[in-house]
């Protein structure tokens, strides 16, 4: 079955930086859309970033365009989240998220999810 499994959370200053990965097992992963959402405790799950499978674009929250950037190695079916110039509102649980179709882009109605990874960055 499919498994995403996020890593590289944890407890950053403000204005530090993190990479976030995410290691997809049980898919062809080069045809699937990647993306990464986050929530905050009382808090609807945003959307972040996503990349498409076949031509690598790109897209992004306005909050975190050229500060974040997606990226993904299809060799080793992974997919990553570099996280720059990190603020105290960038503090929550991010979730990996997979799905074939690449229309979805940010909505929330991925067919596959991670348990997600906690990010808490102090002011």
């Known amino acids: 079955q499919v498994q995403l499994v996020e890593s590289g959370g944890g407890l950053v200053q403000a204005g530090g930086s993190l990479r976030l990965s995410c290691a997809a097992s049980?898919?062809?992963?080069?045809?699937?859309?990647m993306g990464w959402f986050r929530q905050d405790p009382g808090k609807e799950r945003e959307f972040v970033a996503a990349i498409i499978g076949s031509s690598y674009n790109r897209y992004y929250a306005d909050s975190v365009k050229g500060r974040f950037t997606i990226s993904r190695d299809n060799a080793k079916n992974t997919v990553y989240l570099q996280m720059n110039s990190l603020t105290p509102e960038d503090t929550a649980v991010y979730y990996c998220?997979?799905?074939?179709?690449?229309?979805?882009?940010?909505?929330?109605?991925?067919?596959?999810w991670g348990r997600g990874t906690q990010v808490t960055v102090s002011s």
């Open positions: 998220a997979a799905d074939l179709r690449s229309t979805l882009i940010q909505r929330n109605e991925y067919g596959y």
């Open positions: 049980g898919l062809t992963f080069v045809r699937y859309t």
